[in-house]
């Protein structure tokens, strides 16, 4: 059974994610796995890494990670991207999109368990980031954007019982 073992606040710098958008009918089985098969199989992380010379942890902690980012729009489609969290004046190589963010606050929730168990979790971390005292912040087009973080070594290197934590965070107030 998976578990929220940390919940803190966090500040990113202004950044600019680049990746891909997919939207719900680009599920198959209800996942999104499949799509990032393609990502490892293209080699398309590897494309985002050379956009920056140097270490990404000297621009910020957890610009290394990889990326699941939400953005849930009343009256729009749900859209699910895959990518990196870059500096702001990073140039988008071909065949990418992007999206531009202030500095922000995340509200940060580590889940530990084994896949896929951990998956779909969001509803649970945003009701333990609220117990925290923080919320989610729509942004000026009540857009709510949210993301899973893939961090190595807590998602790749599994503990003893097989488990990994997945980092969960929202965009707060």
């Given amino acids: 059974m998976p578990e929220i ?3 803190y606040v966090e500040t990113m710098p202004k950044t600019r994610f680049i990746g891909k958008r997919y939207f719900a009918e680009d599920r198959i089985n209800g996942s999104f796995s499949a799509k990032w098969d393609e990502w490892f199989e293209h080699g398309w992380f590897n494309v985002l890494e050379a956009t920056y010379q140097g270490d990404l942890k000297d621009f ?3 610009a290394d990670c990889y990326v699941g980012l939400m953005r849930v729009k009343p009256d729009a489609r749900f859209e699910y991207w895959i990518g990196m969290f870059l500096p702001e004046d990073t140039i988008v190589p071909e065949g990418f999109s ?3 963010f202030p500095e922000s606050k ?5 889940v530990k368990g084994e896949i ?3 998956y779909c979790m969001e509803e649970e971390c945003l009701k333990k980031i609220r117990e925290n005292g923080m919320d ?3 942004n000026e087009l009540d857009e709510l954007w949210f ?3 893939y961090n190595c070594p807590r998602f790749t290197e599994p503990d003893e019982k097989g488990e990994v ?3 969960i965070c929202f965009f707060v107030k």
């Fill in 106 to 110: 995340l509200g940060v929730a580590w």
């Fill in 165 to 167: 934590i997945l980092d």
């Fill in 147 to 149: 993301f899973e973080r």
């Fill in 60 to 62: 910020f902690v957890e």
């Fill in 98 to 100: 992007s999206v531009d």
């Fill in 136 to 138: 989610a912040l729509p």
């Fill in 116 to 118: 896929p168990a951990i």
């Fill in 5 to 7: 073992i940390k919940v």
